[in-house]
Structure formats: structure tokens, C-alpha cells
């Protein structure tokens, strides 16, 4: 899938709760490969705030071509 992702220029980014449980090494891999960012929340109060700033990724402009006849 990573090979998928990193062919189509699709950034993976990667927001997850750390705890012991988590594979660190392999979330960064993740994200490493495809471009894409890797956010770890300390706390699940930070989840919100990690979501937000992956988002802040996605604004993109937008142009608005407007052609008119004669």
C-alpha cells in the first residue's frame, strides 16, 4: 500500500495516541515513505489539536477563472 500511495504522490499522514503499545518506528516509516507528517498525541485531550494540525495541511488556494464572450 505504501508503494501504492508514495506512485500516486498520496502523503499519508499519521495522527496517533502514544502509548506502549505503539509502534513508533513504523508510524514514522509510514509516513516517511508517502511524504506525509507524523503527529503523536502525548494525552487523548491532544488528539484534537494533532487532528487540527494535519488539517491545516489540506488548504489549499482556490482560483476562479471566469472567461466571458466579446
Not at 10 to 33: F, G, M, S, W
Not at 48 to 59: A, D, M, N, P, T
Amino acid at each position: 500500500m505504501l508503494t501504492l500511495c508514495r506512485q500516486a504522490e498520496i502523503p499519508v499522514h499519521v495522527v496517533a495516541l502514544q502509548t506502549r503499545e505503539t509502534n513508533d518506528a513504523l508510524l514514522q516509516r509510514i509516513a516517511t515513505t508517502t511524504e506525509g507528517t507524523l503527529q503523536l498525541a502525548a494525552r487523548p485531550e491532544q488528539l484534537g489539536e494533532k487532528f487540527h494540525s494535519v488539517s491545516e495541511l489540506f488548504h489549499r488556494p482556490v482560483y476562479r477563472i471566469r472567461i466571458e464572450d466579446g
